[in-house]
Structure formats: C-alpha cells, structure tokens
C-alpha cells in the first residue's frame, strides 16, 4: 500500500528532525561516499538548523498520514550563509528523505511554503547549489533563477539562485 503524503507547517515538535533532514540535505555526488554524520555540526552548516523557531523562520513539513513519519521538511532562515543576499530574503533548505525522493514530495513541499513566505510578506527567496547537483533543474522548474556563480567553503562550484514570490 502507498503511504499518504500530505503537507502541513513546521512545529515546535519537528524542530529536532532538522538536524537529521539537514545531514539528507547535503548534496552527494553519484559514487562518492556520504561525509560522517558529525558534518552538520561545523558552525558553516549548523547554522542553518540552530535555535530554529526564530520570528522570520519559516518552514513546511510532510508527513506519511499512516504513520505520522516526517519524510520531508523545507525551511527557510535569514542567516549569514551560503545563498544569503540580504536581512529580507529568507534562504532556503529542502530535505526529503531518501526512500521518498522522486514522488513529487519536493514539488508539494516548496508550494506550500512559497505561500507560507508570501502570506509572511517576503517578496523572494533564495538558496545555494553546487552547480552540479541534479536539484538545479527541479529549482528552475519551480522559478528560480541562477544570479550569482562562486565558491563555496570547500571549493565546489555552486549557484545562488532566487525565485521571486510576487507576480511581476
């Protein structure tokens, strides 16, 4: 039987899965190993889950309806990190967990928090990419587009893109 999937906002209760939905957001190049779990606890990337629930925090999670597993979360945070542009454009971070990739789970997910960001009065959003990672096809789809091209931390090519939440 196929699990149920539906959306619903971010809870004080699913703050802790971050940390875990971060680690599987990390992106790993076909055939090369997974880095240890300790990763996302260098300052560069724990940044993005640390003390989440802040006032410009935003995020949406999904949830299987026959368990109540969290399969995905996408979150947003006005933070100094990598696809950061300024103190009004939220960045964005997506997870789903492996076993559940592919379902259009991810599509679900950024809609429902482009609403969530809108009704907030964010007029975009941002995120980074390595420029190599299948995801920047699925973020063109959904309307973002590549503004600035550099290095990150550990030399990888990456994007920053944005996708501008108000109908021009």
């Known amino acids: 039987m196929k699990n149920t999937i539906h959306t619903r906002p971010i809870e004080p209760k699913d703050y802790p899965l971050l940390e875990n939905f971060l680690y599987h957001a990390i992106y790993i190049p076909e055939g090369k190993d997974y880095p240890p779990y300790e990763i996302v606890f260098d300052p560069k990337i724990y940044i993005y889950v640390e003390n989440f629930g802040l006032n410009s925090d935003c995020g949406v999670v999904a949830e299987c309806s026959e368990s109540g597993d969290i399969v995905g979360i996408t979150w947003t945070r006005i933070i100094p990190a990598y696809g950061h542009l300024d103190e009004n454009t939220p960045e964005l971070a997506i997870s789903t967990l492996p076993d559940y990739r592919g379902q259009g789970i991810g599509t679900m997910l950024m809609n429902d928090l ?41 030399g990888h090519e990456d994007y920053i893109m944005v996708k501008n939440l108000v109908e021009q």
């Open 114 to 154: 482009f609403e969530q960001l809108r009704k907030c009065g964010y007029k975009r959003t941002s995120l980074s990419v390595q420029q190599n990672n299948p995801a920047v096809r699925f973020y063109k789809r959904l309307g973002y587009e590549i503004t600035i091209e550099k290095l990150d931390h550990a």
